[in-house]
């Protein structure tokens, strides 16, 4: 009788797996202010500068532009930078950093040297570097985020950056940037130890244990200079298929343990085949990839000898859509990386920037790359400037989304992918299924700021949001990010998909009952009492 019952409850519970969600009933978000992931820091919403393309040269600088300040920063891509509220900006590389040396950035412009860029093939002026990226992250209200050169650079040229950077007066380099007319030294907190040194492409491409043992001494210097600076550790950045990026990382961690406070880790993202399902679930190749490596932290923290200081996190520091400027083309050069991008790349960024929002306890950098031009949220010609798809997303978490990550129920309905296209060409079979609501729930000051991504391209999602831990309170806001089509894109003069404030609404106690539309973004601002 027991083995007939639990044959049974055997083929009920596959019976039921294989109905799924059932349409009848509205989708449920249920949410619980007790249940929490991590506090949300303010560094998830950061961005890079890299030496590539147009992002500094035509971009963020444009000397003797009409646009320009007196000191050659472009006006109309500032104001649109601070709007983005940036809280972290990478510098100055990316595959640049790898075969780049500070000291050619420094001094009197017309006599700093030019230089053959090898990463992207063009030439580098060096009309940009430390103190000019400096004076315009203080324009943005950004925290610095250097990267040193841990390809052809030395770990003596990295101590040397840090002193001319952090230390007060002194030594010769501090005087140095004194003699260059910055007598307070710039502070700089958090610094990277190379850039995917892992990746055969990168000049000085380095093994595991190689690059380990550099980055110890490099850190070592470092800290000795200025011992209160962030280190971060070049995670796995090659998904090729004769690669193993997880050994790569858990080598790094169990050498490097110790020394550092973050671990780098890149992902790029893409619709070569114009597939929108699949593209639409990669954000849950991210999830993964932080799952693991949350794991590979966790074993190594239970040995690391951390004299107080905190665990070791995950930044990622490189993110974004990049497919179509992936030839040879459209890769190097003047104009190199330059993506357009539509609706559906929006809800992509906007699903990437939830999952480091779910994954707050270990997850606490991350920088879109890139700032301007270079597949980018801002892009500029000469005389004219335009806000891409992905801008209005990132722009609506910076602004709103802060607190608490709440782990949140969701129950909707689901859809299989063929597979994944992630980064640089790999695929990944997937055998999970995929909810159409992609959702993240941050909560401060009895505010909740519910995050929602409707994947399904036709059909709006009719949802109820409970609140398990007291009713909602009042209007609640309603901010959505869509457009008449997947491929809505914005253009000079041309603005098909931006944020837009929606008619407010209200719930009944602790029930909200909405309707995501077909293909959208929403953030929903709520009180609860």
């Known amino acids: 009788m027991k083995n007939t019952v639990n044959k049974g409850i055997v083929l009920l519970t596959t019976l039921l797996l294989s109905v799924g969600y059932s349409s009848a009933q509205n989708a449920r978000i249920k949410i619980d202010v007790d249940r929490k992931v991590g506090e949300i820091d303010k560094k998830l919403y950061g961005n890079f500068v890299e030496h590539l393309g147009r992002c500094v040269y035509g971009g963020i600088y444009e000397e003797g532009s009409p646009l320009s300040d007196e000191k050659g920063f472009r006006k109309d891509v500032l104001k649109a930078v601070q709007d983005l509220n940036v809280s972290i900006t990478r510098y100055p590389g990316g595959n640049f950093v790898s075969n780049y040396h500070w000291k050619d950035g420094v001094g009197s412009k017309d006599e700093r040297p030019p230089r053959m860029e090898l990463a992207w093939n063009r030439l580098e002026t060096n009309r940009f570097g430390t103190n000019e990226f400096m004076e315009y992250a203080r324009l943005m209200n950004t925290e610095p985020y250097f990267s040193v050169n841990m390809g052809t650079g030395t770990i ?10 952090n230390v007060k007066e002194g030594p010769y380099y501090a005087e140095l940037r004194k003699k260059h007319g910055y007598t307070e030294p710039h502070n700089i907190i958090y610094w990277s130890l190379g850039n995917e040194m892992d990746g055969f492409w990168q000049m000085g491409h380095l093994n595991a244990e190689d690059y380990a043992k550099k980055a110890r001494e490099a850190a070592k210097l470092m800290k000795l200079t200025s011992p209160q600076i962030k280190l971060v550790a070049a995670g796995s950045s090659n998904y090729r298929p004769d690669a193993d990026p997880n050994e790569w990382n858990a080598t790094i961690l169990h050498e490097l343990r110790d020394v550092v406070d973050y671990l780098a880790l890149h992902m790029y993202v893409g619709n070569p085949n114009d597939n929108y399902y699949n593209y ?250």
């Open 156 to 165: 003596e040229e990295a101590q040397q950056w840090v002193e001319y950077c």
């Open 280 to 529: 639409m679930a990669t954000p849950m190749v991210l999830d993964e990839r932080t799952r693991v490596v949350k794991g590979l932290i966790e074993r190594e923290m239970a040995n690391a000898i951390r004299n107080g200081r905190d665990p070791i996190y995950i930044a990622w520091d490189e993110y974004n859509s990049w497919y179509r400027a992936r030839d040879a083309e459209t890769m190097s050069g003047t104009r190199a990386l330059e993506e357009l991008y539509n609706l559906e790349d929006a809800l992509v960024i906007a699903g990437f920037l939830n999952s480091f929002v779910r994954n707050a306890d270990i997850v606490k950098m991350a920088n879109m790359a890139q700032l301007v031009n270079v597949i980018a949220p801002i892009f500029t010609s000469e005389t004219d400037m335009f806000l891409q798809t992905i801008y209005y997303p990132l722009q609506l978490f910076a602004k709103n989304v802060h607190g608490t990550s709440l782990d949140v129920f969701v129950d909707c309905e689901t859809y299989k992918t063929e597979e994944f296209f992630v980064g640089l060409g790999e695929s990944t079979t997937q055998q999970n299924a995929v909810p159409y609501l992609d959702v993240s729930v941050a909560y401060q000051n009895r505010e909740l700021i519910i995050n929602v991504v409707n994947r399904h391209h036709d059909k709006a999602i009719t949802t109820d949001l409970i609140s398990q831990s007291g009713a909602f309170d009042g209007a609640i806001e309603v901010l959505e990010v869509n457009g008449k089509s997947v491929k809505a894109k914005n253009d000079f003069g041309v603005t098909e998909v931006k944020t837009q404030q929606k008619q407010s609404v209200k719930a009944k106690g602790n029930v909200l009952t909405y309707s995501f539309p077909a293909h959208s973004f929403t953030q929903l601002r709520a009180k609860i009492k």
